[in-house]
């Protein structure tokens, strides 16, 4: 079974970096198929797609979000982590990591397994 924690920060002063790690436990962060996101739902919003760490160490990212978003991962810590540059209070959200075998699928949201999310204030 695999199990995602994410841990980080529940309050951060705007135009500060966000920093967010996922914990994974029952599969390899390296195993062919598997990419590691992060999402994001703000308080009364969809929840977002903002970018996905595949297998290989590529990474993928949300257009809106590409300029400042970074996924990073320590493979012998089975971690994956999230930066957010300057973040807003627009940022406040709930972020989650997630697990999915295709591209196009977590693109739009669709994964196997779930975190179950930590909250994240912007203020000041």
């Known amino acids: 079974q695999v199990q995602l924690v994410e841990s980080g920060p529940g309050l951060v002063e705007p135009s500060q970096t966000l920093s967010l790690t996922c914990s994974i436990s029952?599969?390899?962060?390296?195993?062919?198929?598997?990419?590691w996101s992060w999402l994001r739902q703000p308080p009364g919003k969809g929840r977002e797609w903002m970018g996905a760490?595949?297998?290989?160490?590529?990474?993928y990212y949300s257009p809106s979000l590409k300029s400042r978003a970074s996924i990073s991962r320590d493979t012998s810590k089975s971690q994956v982590t999230l930066q957010l540059t300057h973040v807003t209070p627009e940022d406040t959200a709930v972020y989650y990591c997630?697990?999915?075998?295709?591209?196009?699928?977590?693109?739009?949201?669709?994964?196997?397994?779930w975190g179950q999310g930590i909250e994240v204030a912007v203020s000041s």
């Open positions: 997630a697990r999915g075998t295709d591209l196009e699928e977590v693109r739009v949201g669709f994964h196997h397994d």
């Open positions: 029952g599969a390899s962060i390296t195993a062919s198929y598997n990419f």
């Open positions: 760490m595949a297998w290989s160490g590529d990474t």
